[in-house]
C-alpha cells in the first residue's frame, strides 16, 4: 500500500469523526396524537447538551424555525424529544423537507443533526399523520440525516400520499380477500377523484392485474383476488393502489404497516396441472405487503413400481418434513381435466413416511392412448390438495417399460421422470428415437444421414423394423418411399424425381421417418436436433431445368426444426426475369400489398381500398390468387395481381415496398431472400389483430430480412413489441389497424354475435366431439334461459364458428333453435358481422378489439383459461380482455341477460381502458399507415 493511498485513508476517517461530533444517534421514532418522538439513548455526552439551554431548529431552504426542548425520560436510559407537529409553520409552496438539529447553547453555539440506522431508515416512511390537507411524514437523507417532509395539499391537483395499512387476509370461495383501511380524513380529502384500484404486479415482469376496491364506510377497503389471476409459478407479486383523478394517475403501494399477524398466513391453492401452490403473503423491508407464490412439490427418496396382472403395486419413501395423513396417488390425465385416485397405505418411522398404492391397469388404460402427470394429494386445512411427485431417474422408463400388441396396433406403458424430474406414467405408442447429422441439396440431390428406430423393451427387437424415409406432398400426401438399411439412414435422392410430386406453382413436400414392425408403422417428420430458425431463409437450394418450365427446390425449416422443401415451378423466362433484376440492383416507385393468398377482407384490404380511393399517385398493387371468393373485393380497385401470373412476377420485381397483414413471402413470387429489391426494399407488418394474448411467431430474430415497420393500436402493444419481439422504438409505429377505418359504418340489427377461436389442441373428430371446448358451446347454444331471453327480446344469435371447427360442426349434424343461425365460412363478412351485432360474445378471439373500437360491449367465456394460455399471455389479463368476464355457463347468461336489459350500453371501465389497447378510435388509421410509410420511402 503506497502512501498516498494511506494519507487517503487517514483523511477520510479524520473527516468521518468530525460528522460524527456534530451527529445524535436516534433509537427510535413514533407518532402519536399528531406528535412525533425522536427517542435517543441516555449517555453521558447526550445528558450534558440536553440539559443545557438547547432547543430544537427546524429548517429548510428558505427559512429557519427554533422551537424549545422538550425532554422527556424513559427509565433512566433513553431521552424523548416530543415535536408537536401544529407547531410547524405553513408553508408557502406545495411540499418542503424540514431538516431537524439540536441547538446546544455554549459560548459558541453549536448544532447537531440527528442520524437513523439503516433498519430505522426503512421504518420511518410508515411514520405519516394528515391533518387539515396537511401530510407529514418522516425521512431520512442520503447521510442518514433525519428530516420531516411537510406536504400542503389545499392549493394542489398532485397527491404525494395515499396512507393506509392492510389489516387482514382471508380465503373465501376461489378468492383471496384483502382488506385494510386508509386514514379517513386524509382519504376523503383526496376526493373526488375519478376512480380507485389495486393492480397486482408479478415482480420482474410486465405482468399485471387491475382490481375493484370496495370502499365499506368512508376509511375500510376490500379486495377480490380470484385465485386463478395467481401466477402459477415461483415469482413476488407486489400490490399498488391506482388512483385516478383529473386525467391523471397516481401509484400507491400497499402497505403492511402492522403485521396482525398476517405474515403468518400460508394459503395453498390446488392448481390443475401444477398441483399445490403456496402463496404466502409478508412484510417487505419498507412495510409493504407482497405474496410470494411457489409451486409445492413432494420429492420421493425412492420409488419402486412393482407388477401383477390385473395391476401396479408402488411403493415409495418420502421425507417425514411432509405432513401426510390421508394420502392418495393421483392419476392425472394430461390432456383433460380428469384424474384417478387411488388409496395409498401409510406407515411412518422416526424419518421417513413409507406409502404403498396398488393401481389397477384396467382404470388406467380405458381403451385410451393418455400420458398421465403422477400427484399425491392429502387435506391441507380441510381441503384435499395434489402434490407433484418429483422423482429424478434416468432408468425408470426402462425398468417399468411395458410392450402389447392388438392386431396391427402396437402400445408401451411406463413410467418415467419429465425433464423437470416430475414422475408421469404413459400408455402411447412407440415413438421414434432419431439422430439426424446432415440434411442438404447437394448436386441436385437430397442428401440425408442419421439413424432412426423405435426403443423396445428388448434391444434385440429394434433389428426387427423397417426405417423408411418418405417423402410426402403436404396437400395431396403423394409420396415416394426410400427404404433403409437397419436403422441407419443414408439418402441421396434426385430432386427431379421428387418433382413428380409437385402439383402446383408453389408447393411443399414434407419429409419424414417412418418405421415398420410387423403390421404396425409410425412416423414422425425428419427433424434436425440444432438449428436456427429463420421464416425467409433456406438451409440450400437446387434447380430443376425444363425445356420451357424450370424447378427451384429449397430445404427449409418449420419452427420446430422439422425438414421440409418448398418449390417453386415457372417459365424459364421468369427466372431469367429474377437473374436480370439481381444485376440490376434497381426497383421502381411500386407498392405490394395483400394478406393470405387467398383472402382480401383484412388489413391488407383496407390499406389498399385507402390507396386507390385516397392516393391513386401511388402505383399499388393488392396479390391474390386468381378464382379466389375474395377477389371480387378489390376487383372494383383494379391494379389486382393474380399470384404466379406475368404480371405478378414483373410488378413484384420493381417493388420498393410491400405491405402484408401476415409474413410477406404470402404475396412474393420468389424467396425474399433470392429479391435484391426486397432486400432493400420497405417491408410493413399491417398485423390482423392486435397483440396482446397468444404468443406469435412474428419477433425480430426469426427473419433475415425483418419488418422495418410494425403497425400497432397503442403504446402498451409498442412496449410488448420492442420487449417480446425485439423491434427498435423507431421501427414500431402506433397507427391502429386499417380495418378500423371500416367500422363507422355500422346497421345495428337486434343480433348478438357467438364467435369462439379455436384450440390447437383439438386434432382430431374424437377428440373434438369429447372436449369440454364442444360440450360448453353445445350447452350453451341450447341453455333454455338464454333461448328465452332471445324469444323475449326478438334476437338472434347469430354463431360464427372458427373455420377449424366448421368442419367437426358438419360432421355433427346438430340441430340448432331458430333463434340459432349458424354461419358458414365465407356465407357473410366478418366485418359485417360485427357492424350489424349489438353484442360480442367470445373466449380468446382478438376480433373482440374490433368491438371495443365501436364502443360495443364484449363478453368472454372463460372456462379454460389456463389450459388456453399454459404457455403464458403476452400482457395482463385486466389489460387485454375489455369487457365482462365469465367462467361457468349460468354466469355468462346472467351477464348476457343484464346487457340486454340496460340496452347493450358498454360499461364505463371498458372507456378508461380503452387507450391501453387503442391509442386512435377514428378513420384515420390507414392514412397514418401511409404516412408512416412514406417517412421510410
Given amino acids: 500500500m503506497n502512501i498516498k493511498t494511506i494519507l487517503k485513508r487517514v483523511y477520510r476517517k479524520a473527516v468521518a469523526l468530525k460528522k460524527s461530533r456534530n451527529q445524535i444517534s436516534v433509537e427510535n421514532v413514533y407518532l402519536e396524537n399528531g406528535i412525533y418522538f425522536i427517542q435517543v439513548k441516555k449517555n453521558k455526552f447526550n445528558g450534558k447538551i440536553f440539559k443545557k439551554n438547547s432547543s430544537l431548529i427546524f429548517s429548510d431552504k428558505v427559512k429557519e424555525v427554533e422551537l ?205 396441472k401444477k398441483g399445490a401452490i403456496e402463496y404466502t403473503p409478508y412484510q417487505t423491508e419498507l412495510y409493504s405487503l407482497s405474496i410470494k407464490s411457489d409451486v409445492k412439490t413432494i420429492k420421493l427418496n425412492s420409488l419402486e413400481v412393482d407388477e401383477s396382472p390385473d395391476s401396479y403395486i408402488i411403493t415409495g419413501r418420502i421425507k417425514k418434513k411432509y405432513n401426510l395423513v390421508r394420502p392418495e396417488v393421483v392419476f392425472k390425465n394430461r390432456d383433460s381435466e380428469n384424474f384417478i385416485s387411488f388409496t395409498a397405505e401409510l406407515r411412518t418411522d422416526q424419518n421417513f413416511h413409507y406409502f404403498s398404492a396398488e393401481v389397477s391397469k384396467e382404470v388406467l388404460f380405458n381403451d385410451e392412448l393418455v400420458i398421465y402427470d403422477i400427484y399425491m394429494s392429502d387435506f391441507v386445512e380441510g381441503n384435499r390438495i395434489k402434490f407433484r411427485l418429483k422423482r429424478k431417474s434416468t432408468n425408470l422408463k426402462w425398468d417399468t417399460i411395458k410392450e402389447f400388441f392388438d392386431g396391427n396396433n402396437f402400445y408401451q406403458s411406463f413410467f418415467y421422470s419429465t425433464e423437470f424430474g416430475n414422475l408421469s406414467y404413459g400408455i402411447v405408442k412407440p415413438s421414434i428415437s432419431k439422430k439426424v447429422d446432415h440434411a442438404i441439396i447437394k448436386d441436385n440431390n437430397v442428401k440425408i444421414k442419421g439413424e432412426a428406430y423405435i426403443e423396445r423393451e428388448n434391444v434385440e427387437d429394434i433389428s426387427q423394423q423397417q426405417l423408411m424415409v418418405v417423402f410426402m406432398n403436404r396437400e395431396s400426401e403423394r409420396e415416394i418411399i426410400c427404404t433403409q438399411e437397419g436403422n441407419k439412414i443414408d439418402v441421396s435422392y434426385p430432386l427431379e424425381k421428387i418433382s413428380d410430386l409437385i402439383a402446383q406453382p408453389k408447393d411443399i413436400v414434407d419429409i419424414y421417418i417412418r418405421v ?22 433456406y438451409l440450400a437450394k437446387g434447380f430443376i431445368e425444363g425445356a420451357t418450365n424450370s424447378i427451384q427446390m429449397f430445404m427449409t425449416l418449420t419452427p420446430y426444426g422439422n425438414v421440409k422443401l418448398e418449390t417453386q415451378s415457372y417459365p424459364n423466362e421468369y427466372f431469367q426475369l429474377l437473374e436480370q433484376s439481381s444485376l440490376d440492383g434497381t426497383s421502381g416507385d411500386i407498392w405490394l400489398i395483400g394478406e393470405r393468398p387467398d383472402t382480401a377482407q383484412d388489413t391488407g384490404y383496407h390499406f389498399f381500398k385507402h390507396l386507390r380511393e385516397h392516393h391513386p399517385e401511388i402505383e399499388a398493387y393488392y396479390v391474390i390468387e386468381q378464382d379466389s371468393e375474395d377477389e371480387k373485393n378489390v376487383a372494383r380497385f383494379g391494379n389486382v395481381l393474380h399470384l404466379g401470373t406475368d404480371e405478378h412476377i414483373n410488378k413484384s420485381l420493381q417493388a420498393s415496398a410491400f405491405f402484408c397483414s401476415h409474413d410477406i413471402e404470402y404475396i412474393l413470387p420468389f424467396k425474399g431472400k433470392d429479391m435484391v429489391n426486397y432486400r432493400n426494399g420497405l417491408r410493413v407488418f399491417l398485423q390482423h389483430g392486435v397483440l396482446g394474448r397468444k404468443n406469435v411467431e412474428y419477433h425480430k430474430i426469426y427473419y433475415k430480412y425483418p419488418f422495418n415497420m410494425v403497425c400497432v393500436s397503442s403504446e402498451p402493444e409498442k412496449d410488448l413489441v420492442v420487449e417480446k419481439l425485439k423491434y427498435e422504438e423507431e421501427e414500431v409505429v402506433v397507427t391502429g389497424l386499417s380495418r378500423f377505418d371500416n367500422l363507422f359504418e355500422t346497421t345495428e340489427e337486434n343480433r348478438i354475435l357467438l364467435i369462439p377461436t379455436w384450440r390447437q389442441w383439438l386434432n382430431t373428430t374424437e377428440t373434438f366431439k369429447e372436449s369440454e371446448y364442444w360440450s360448453r358451446y353445445l350447452s350453451l347454444l341450447a341453455n333454455e334461459r338464454l333461448l328465452s331471453l332471445l324469444e323475449k327480446h326478438d334476437l338472434i344469435l347469430d354463431f360464427y364458428p ?101 340496452g347493450f350500453q358498454e360499461k364505463e371501465e371498458v372507456e378508461t381502458k380503452r387507450d391501453q389497447i387503442l391509442a386512435h378510435t377514428d378513420n384515420e388509421n390507414s392514412e397514418r399507415i401511409f404516412r408512416a410509410a412514406n417517412k421510410y420511402l
Avoid: C
Avoid at 860 to 886: M, Q
Fill in 802 to 902: 372458427h373455420y377449424r371447427m366448421q368442419q367437426f360442426i358438419e360432421e355433427s349434424n346438430i340441430v340448432l333453435d331458430s333463434k340459432i343461425n349458424l354461419i358458414r365460412l365465407g356465407e357473410v363478412n366478418v366485418q359485417d358481422l360485427l357492424k350489424r351485432s349489438e353484442l360480442m360474445i367470445t373466449d380468446f378471439s382478438s376480433v373482440s378489439f374490433d368491438f371495443n373500437f365501436m364502443h360495443k360491449p364484449v363478453m368472454f367465456y372463460h372456462f379454460d383459461f389456463r389450459r388456453f394460455f399454459a404457455r403464458g399471455i403476452l400482457r395482463p389479463k385486466n389489460e387485454t380482455f375489455l369487457g365482462d368476464i365469465a367462467t361457468s355457463e349460468e354466469e355468462l347468461v346472467d351477464r348476457i341477460q343484464e346487457s340486454i336489459e340496460k
Fill in 516 to 537: 415398420q414392425i410387423n403390421g404396425f408403422m409410425n412416423q414422425r417428420k425428419l427433424g434436425l436436433d440444432e438449428y436456427d430458425y429463420l421464416k425467409d431463409d
Fill in 68 to 272: 424549545p426542548l422538550i425532554l422527556k425520560h424513559i427509565k433512566d436510559n433513553s431521552y424523548v424529544l416530543p415535536v408537536k407537529l401544529k407547531d410547524l409553520p405553513e408553508i408557502k409552496k406545495d411540499e418542503t423537507n424540514w431538516h431537524i438539529k439540536l441547538l446546544y447553547q455554549k459560548s459558541k453555539p453549536k448544532k447537531f443533526s440527528f442520524v437513523v440506522g439503516k433498519k430505522l431508515k426503512r421504518y420511518l416512511h410508515t411514520q405519516k399523520f394528515f391533518e387539515d390537507g396537511q401530510t407529514y411524514s418522516l425521512k431520512a437523507t442520503r447521510h442518514n440525516k433525519l428530516m420531516i417532509n411537510h406536504f400542503d395539499q389545499k392549493n394542489t391537483e398532485d397527491i404525494k400520499h395515499l396512507i393506509n395499512n392492510v389489516h387482514n387476509l382471508r380465503e373465501e370461495e376461489g378468492y383471496l380477500l384483502i382488506s385494510g383501511d386508509f386514514i379517513g380524513e386524509q382519504f376523503l380529502f383526496t376526493q373526488p377523484f375519478d376512480g380507485i384500484k389495486l393492480v397486482s404486479h408479478s415482480r420482474g415482469s410486465r405482468m399485471k392485474q387491475e382490481y375493484r376496491v370496495e370502499m365499506i364506510g368512508d376509511a375500510q377497503w376490500t379486495v377480490r383476488i380470484p385465485y386463478e389471476d395467481f401466477p402459477s409459478s415461483k415469482t413476488i407479486l407486489d400490490f399498488y393502489f391506482l388512483l385516478f383523478k383529473n386525467n391523471q394517475e397516481f401509484r400507491f403501494r400497499v402497505k403492511l404497516i402492522d403485521d396482525f399477524g398476517v405474515s403468518d398466513r400460508k394459503f395453498i391453492v390446488d392448481h390443475d
